[in-house]
């Protein structure tokens, strides 16, 4: 047995999965609720992940979503935890050639392929059997239906947007260079990265079969809801024009081909989020951070709430969990017309527990939820 691996019996997995099973009806009731209008908030609230870090193995990842899986059972939360095929950022880049590199204790990561923008010209679209990572994260969505079957959720392989998977298989300078000066020549690039995500994106899907959740990575998920979760962080760095040119109907092609499209984004993007509504209609939900303790350069809540009012569009805001800084924070989104889905920061149970019931009280009064 891998000595990195914290193996938990079968019989630990069957109480994990009856607990899992027994609280199933009671979070089906909210979301429900928040998809009929009635209650158009949910709370959002995981223990730290135990997924995202150095997996190598079906095995490893395994043991690692069914440890988080049972830590957030116990944190009270609207949402039911799913299992995520998680091996990096880099899988698509795989796909084109990149290689994989591991350092113990930290997520993998990848190299450039090429180097410059010719190199990609004409480039032909990659066979994505030919990928290890993409194997292993097929084989890896076998192992866990081989353990749990349907009993628990799962969700697509984190998978990053046509911009961002550009950055990581060409060196990044080119990449936003390019969408300048050759800029039919980077759109084909992207393009042909968009055509392996949905197809392999496709292929998963099929073999999770019953058990996929969606949207997906970062996402509150439900097999009620819609689209997958595209990472598409290049939202932050590139210029509204590039955006509106190149990432956000790109983003609009997956939405399209899977049934819609979750844009997580990490940094602060709220330059870029009026465009969504108008340049992705096919847009399900979006993920951002608006303070700093999720990230350095967060996005203000006014702005947020400002883009995406009126919208159908579930707004995920990740912030402190420091109770009366995120209520006062919480209050600056509240809006009639804005869904809701609010993820506070993890400090532990008796704050989750608290962060719970005052956000629940807030909201719950604010809209007037039944």
């Known amino acids: 047995m891998n000595s990195r691996i914290n ?23 909210l979301v429900k609720r928040f998809i009929e209008g009635k209650r158009p908030y949910l709370i959002f609230q995981t223990p730290p992940n135990t997924v995202v870090a150095d997996m190598r193995s079906s095995e490893e990842s395994f043991y690692a979503n069914i440890e988080n899986v049972a830590l957030s059972l116990d944190v009270p939360s609207d ?11 880099g899988v698509y880049a795989n796909i084109y050639g990149c290689q994989y590199f591991w350092r113990e204790g930290e997520s993998p990561a ?46 697509w392989t984190d998978t990053q947007s046509a911009s961002d998977t550009a950055t990581l298989v060409l060196n990044a300078t080119e990449v936003f260079a390019g969408c300048l000066i050759e800029p039919e020549l980077i759109m084909n690039f992207m393009k042909g990265i968009n055509e392996v995500v949905i197809e392999f994106s496709r292929v998963q899907a099929e073999l999770i079969g019953n058990a996929l959740v969606k949207p997906g990575h970062i996402m509150f998920s439900h097999a009620n809801f819609n689209g997958m979760s595209i990472s598409d962080d290049n939202l932050a760095v590139a210029s509204p024009a590039v955006n509106m040119k190149f990432n956000l109907p790109l983003d609009e092609e997956i939405g399209r081909a899977l049934g819609g499209v979750a844009i997580h984004s990490c940094g602060q993007w709220a330059h870029t989020m009026p465009l969504v509504k108008k340049i992705v209609p096919a847009c399900v939900a979006i993920d951002c951070a608006i303070d700093k303790t999720c990230d350095p ?25 420091e109770t009366d800084v995120m209520l006062e924070t919480v209050k600056k989104l509240l809006h009639p017309k804005l869904k809701l889905v609010v993820r506070p920061n993890y400090v532990d149970i008796p704050t989750a527990e608290r962060n719970y019931d005052v956000l629940n009280s807030l909201l719950s009064e604010y809209y007037g939820a039944k």
């Open 7 to 29: 193996v938990i019996s079968n019989q630990e997995i069957k109480k994990i999965v009856d607990r899992y099973q027994n609280l199933r009806s009671q979070k089906q009731v």
């Open 110 to 155: 990848v190299r450039y392929m090429y180097q410059t923008l010719e190199e990609v010209k004409n480039i032909s679209k990659p066979r994505w059997e030919k990928s290890e990572i993409a194997q292993l994260v097929l084989d890896t969505i076998r192992y866990f239906k081989s353990k749990t079957g349907d009993a628990i959720p799962i969700v």
């Open 297 to 321: 350069n967060p996005n203000e809540p006014e702005k947020v709430r400002d883009a995406f009012a009126g919208s159908d569009i579930n707004v995920h805001v990740r912030l402190t969990g």
């Open 79 to 89: 949402h039911l935890p799913v299992m995520e095929p998680w091996f990096g950022t």
